[in-house]
Structure formats: C-alpha cells, structure tokens
C-alpha cells in the first residue's frame, strides 16, 4: 500500500519502508534522496538565473520607446483632465504626480540611445492590424512602383499637403478633408487602435509627428525626445537631445549626467558623443533606430534574449521532472526495484 493508502503522501511509514528496500540500506536510501533534493536545489537556482539574466537584458531597452514620463503623467491625472490647467485642484495633483514620479525608479532606467518618441508609435505598420476595416497598412514598399499607401499614410500625405497649401481657397479646402477623413474620431471608430490612430493624426496636423519617414531634420524645439515633465514649483532638465546620423537618421541622446540603464553616470565624466567611440557604436547598434535590427550588436541582443526563455522552460521541465522523482521515491516505494527511472526522468 502506498503511503497506508492516504491520498496524501507525507513521510510516514511508507518512507521508512522505502529506506529498507533500497537495496544497501538505510545509508544509499539517505544518499540517493539527497542527490535528488541537491538536484532540485540546483535546477532552481538555474531557473532563478536564467530569469534574472532575462529581465537584465529587457532592462538593457527599458523605457526606449515613446515618452514613459509623459504616459505616466497622463495616467495619473486620468481623473482630472477636465479641470482647467490653472485650476488649484489640478495644480495640485499634477505636483502630487510628478513626486510620485521622481520617486519612481522604473522611469529612472535610460538608454543612452533611443528612437525619437513617435517612432514605433504613430508608423502605419504599428497602428493598423489584421482586423482593422478597409486597407489601413501600406502595400508593397515605399518608393517603389508597385507601393500602395494605406488610410493611415493617405492621411499623413494629406495633411503634409495641407500644409505645404500656400492658396487659401485650396488650404481650407483641404484642411476641411483633413477633419473629414482624418481627424473626425468617427472615422477609425472601428479600427484597434483608434486611440493611438487619433492622437497621432492630432500631433502630426499640429506639429507634426517625429519619426523618420515623416521628418528629416531635428525641430529646434526639442519635440521629437521624451521631455522632463515639470511643474510652477519643481523644475527639471530634460534628458535628451535630439542628434541626426547619416546612417540612421533622427535619433535621442542622453546628455551627460542623466541615468543611464539606471546606473548614474558620475559627477565630471560625460557621455562619449562621437561617432568612432566603440560605446557609442555600441549603443548606436542596440537602440536599431531604422527597426531592421540589421546590426551584429542588435541580432545578439534578442538572440540572447531567446536563448535565456528557452533555456528558462527547459529548466522548469527540470523541476517538475525533479519534483516527480522525489514525489515517486516517497509515495510509492514499490517502485524501488525501478529506481532508475525515476533518476533518469529526474
């Protein structure tokens, strides 16, 4: 009987009964459960590792997309968007925010290279997907004959024609297509991501989105990096400034003093801020600005990142087998004669 038949298998007189009919005694009995424990010991300490190594690498590219402050910021005074921005009230709970964001060592993790904040953001390929109605995403590649563009791009070019209208018959007529087509939120109702849709039409009719398909000159205000947000009472430097490459185009700096992946850069050194500096190259690579992730630095990026979840679930397959093996060796000692098995699945 295993375990005098309880459905629950504790160390009773089943175990001690399994001690005798191991073969040599109590003393390999003694042995062999502990290389089992040892091996579960280790097994998970490898899973802990493999994870930890995973989340290091994800820190290498945190907060490298959009503006996390600014998101932030949004989020917690979801609440008080219809007040007036001279309003005591939200006055007070935007400083009530930005402490709570200070304070926050997640947004604290910098890149030293990173996208401008519309990349990956308003790009067709990152607002539209499968579900979404009519031709949003673009055919085909652009430039080339056979380029189809989609609602999203149509809409870019036609705002950029609004723009460029210098006739004022023409420029009404064409800003009345752009709220017709563009910025009416009716007309995305019924895509996935009309919210994002939305704003990135309001910017890019405003001032204009950053990215660089859109753009290929850094503003001189300053728009296409995260800005630190700021209040009347605390005021805070922003982090990054705006540098174009010829090789990759627009791109975010950190300026020197800032955080980089969390660790502070000390009080007399600066950032490396040439071309041919190793460093920089090397983070130049990793941040992969065009999306193609064409550079060596970039592929072992995320074939490390690979190689830690895989590595990970094989270890959990690990443990369960470890954990089968004790659970067997405690629970059923008719199987000691097989013992073997166990230690293989083990």
Sequence with gaps: PCCNCSPCCFPTKGTFRYFRTMGRGTASAICAMGCAICTLGFSITAFG?????????????????????????DECLRDFEGLPADSPQYVSNREKCLTKLVGDKSLNLLPKVRPTVDERIC?????????????????????????????????????????????????FRLLDEVERRCTNPKSWSDYEKKVHIRYCMWKHLSAGICTNSARTNCPADGRCCPSAQQTLETRRPDRYSCRKSPTVGLYCQLAAGGNATGRLV????????????????????????????????????????????????????????????IGLRLCIPALAPWQWIAFILG
Excluded at 51 to 68: C, E, H, K, T, Y
Excluded at 149 to 158: K, M
Aim: glycine content about 8%.
């Design 49 to 73: 590792l493999a994870v930890v190594f995973r989340l290091r690498l994800d820190r290498m590219q945190a907060n490298s997309i959009g503006d996390p402050e600014k998101e932030f910021m």
């Design 123 to 171: 790009e067709p390929d990152n607002l539209c997907t499968d579900g979404d109605p009519g031709q949003c995403m673009d055919e085909g590649t652009r430039g080339s004959l056979d380029f189809r563009p989609g609602d999203v791009r149509q809409c870019y070019d036609l705002i950029d024609q609004t723009k460029a209208a210098r006739v004022q018959k023409e420029y």
């Design 266 to 325: 000390e009080s007399g050194k600066t950032l490396c801020t040439e071309v041919t500096c190793a460093s920089f190259a090397w983070c130049l690579d990793l941040a992969d600005i065009p999306g193609l992730c064409l550079g060596q630095v970039c592929k072992d990026f995320h074939r490390s990142r690979h190689y830690a979840a895989v590595v990970g679930a094989f270890i959990g397959i690990a443990i369960l087998f470890d954990l089968g093996e």
